[in-house]
């Protein structure tokens, strides 16, 4: 059983020197928790709900980690710094030794070689990556890897793929004309099988009647490594135009290179289209052979498979890649008040189908959301982020406590709470409160007795009789009562909540103790 404790005051007053009996009433906030001091924070190596390099009260520290009274960037143990992943090639800025270490990676104060970007061609496009992410990219298209450490910057990179002309390069083999579809340099320096330099038609396919080779239209199409897009083919196996069904029998759809905005339906997935094959990954298609699930294309036997995400849980329409934030409560959330049992989940629609991924329990993760505005319209992009609410309740000024770089907090003017003995005009809350276990443990217990507050109402009994509030008579209304209700909601699952399917617990969630004392003079 969870024991109350009341603290009582005896308040004195003097009224124009007449010493008289006064009627003193207390009011109490005990908020269903045993009122108790707020430990101080210090930088835990490791919680007890398993989280990394957290600013939390001493006691949620797991036994035998390393902890000191600072915050964490202070810290040799946890300490920011680069993160190389060694299997994906990528590296992240910022992030403490241990949080790197529990995620399989390779920490360095500074950026190690491993994290030197250089330029990988894939195909006629480019990307500003490590090597490492380079053979990665270049394994999943098929490709092989072409990289250039020399190129330092990310517009060198681009630029270095984007003037490189396209067409057909014709030359002699076995007594035949024959064909290859390639780049001008690379047709000088020799295609085929026995490096024959060749003739280049710059943006001409294979196939075009005027160049003559043994190259001829069909009705076959693939996907291209490192495309997007359906293609037709030619005989000699060439990647032509992207796939369309109309032009099959089209002389010039059959003889010049057409860029894609050239193409059938530009600004569309495509997606699942018998008649075009102008799949655009980012819209949320991409080419495959067809199946069961894509259906059939009029020609060949590939398609613009749909990867994009309809009718997912919050009732909206995601392309592939594209991830959103869910809070299981039917609430806004940041608002300072989250339901006993809530929780963020990360969403990601993947290859048309939608994926979930919960952030840590407690609301000891938030997820955030934010959007990449591209020529094909909002990007959505979402992560599961620490949520930074252990020291809210210690800033005193409306500043610090709203620093989005240091803390997930917000400002409360005219809610006033007691710390240390002092009154703020104002209170530091966070936005999206922790969960807590306040079926166990003290924890629950120190955080919401934080709301824990005295009101001290002072009466003076007139000479002739009567009494009449001198002192502190707003406590009497249920608008402080109200206040300091929400005060403790803003702290934790404390006070008067719901849980996330809205159910009222089987208690009130605070405590309300009026006290009567008289004092003789």
């Not at 950026?111 to 480019?126: E, K, R, T, W, Y």
């Amino acid at each position: 059983m969870i024991q109350q404790i009341y603290t009582k005051f005896i308040y004195e007053i003097s009224v124009i020197g007449i010493m008289r009996k006064f009627i003193i009433l207390m009011l109490i906030f005990a908020f269903a928790f045993v009122s108790a001091q707020t430990e101080q924070t210090v930088c835990c190596e490791q919680t007890k709900s398993g989280l990394y390099c957290q600013d939390v009260p001493q006691s949620e520290c797991k036994d035998g980690v390393k902890q000191l009274p600072t915050s964490c960037q202070s810290t040799s143990y946890c300490k920011p710094g680069v993160c190389y992943d060694s299997n994906e090639g990528t590296c992240t800025e910022s992030t403490p030794q241990l949080v790197c270490n529990a995620n399989d990676g390779i920490w360095n104060e500074r950026s190690p070689a491993q994290c030197d970007l250089g330029c990988c061609v894939l195909g006629d496009q480019a990307a500003f990556v490590t090597l490492v992410r380079c053979k990665k990219l270049s394994s999943f298209l098929g490709l092989e890897t072409n990289y250039n450490s020399g190129i330092k910057s990310e517009v060198e990179c681009v630029l270095s793929v984007a003037g490189q002309e396209k067409g057909a390069c014709v030359y002699d083999f076995e007594f035949e004309r024959t064909c290859k579809l390639t780049t001008r340099s690379e047709c000088e320096k020799g295609v085929g099988e026995n490096i024959v330099k060749g003739q280049f038609f710059v943006d001409k396919l294979c196939s075009a009647e005027e160049l003559a080779t043994n190259c001829g239209p069909t009705k076959n199409t693939i996907c291209a490594p490192g495309k997007d897009e359906v293609y037709f083919t030619d005989t000699c196996g060439n990647a032509a135009n992207i796939y369309d069904a109309s032009k099959i029998n089209d002389k010039d759809y059959w003889s010049n290179i057409k860029p894609k905005l050239e193409s059938c339906n530009p600004n569309s997935a495509n997606g699942d289209s018998a008649a075009c094959g102008n799949c655009n990954y980012l819209l949320g298609s991409y080419c495959r052979d067809v199946s069961a699930d894509t259906g059939r294309a009029t020609y060949g036997d590939n398609i613009c498979a749909d990867l994009n995400c309809k009718n997912t849980q919050d009732g909206k329409s995601y392309k592939h890649g594209e991830s959103w934030c869910i809070f299981n409560d039917e609430g806004e959330t940041g608002n300072g008040i989250d339901s006993v049992g809530s929780r963020f989940f990360k969403h990601i629609c993947i290859n048309g189908k939608e994926v979930l991924e919960q952030c840590a329990d407690f609301r000891q993760e938030e997820c955030i959301q934010d959007k990449i505005e591209t020529s094909l319209g909002d990007f959505s992009q979402a992560a599961c982020r620490v949520n930074r609410w252990q020291d809210c309740i210690s800033q005193t000024d409306k500043k610090d406590c709203e620093n989005t770089d240091r803390r997930d907090c917000l400002w409360k003017a005219g809610s006033q709470i007691f710390l240390e003995g002092a009154s703020l005009e104002g209170t530091c809350l966070p936005k999206n409160p922790p969960g807590l276990k306040f079926w166990a443990g003290a924890e629950a217990q120190t955080v919401c007795a934080i709301a824990n507050a005295q009101c001290i109402v002072t009466f003076k009994k007139g000479l002739f009789g009567g009494e009449q509030c001198d002192k502190n008579c707003n406590c009497l209304n249920d608008e402080w009562k109200n206040q300091r209700a929400d005060i403790c909601l803003n702290l934790g699952d404390c006070g008067p909540n719901v849980n996330w399917i809205g159910e009222e617990g089987y208690k009130l969630g605070y405590n309300v103790s009026i006290t009567k004392y008289k004092k003789s003079s």
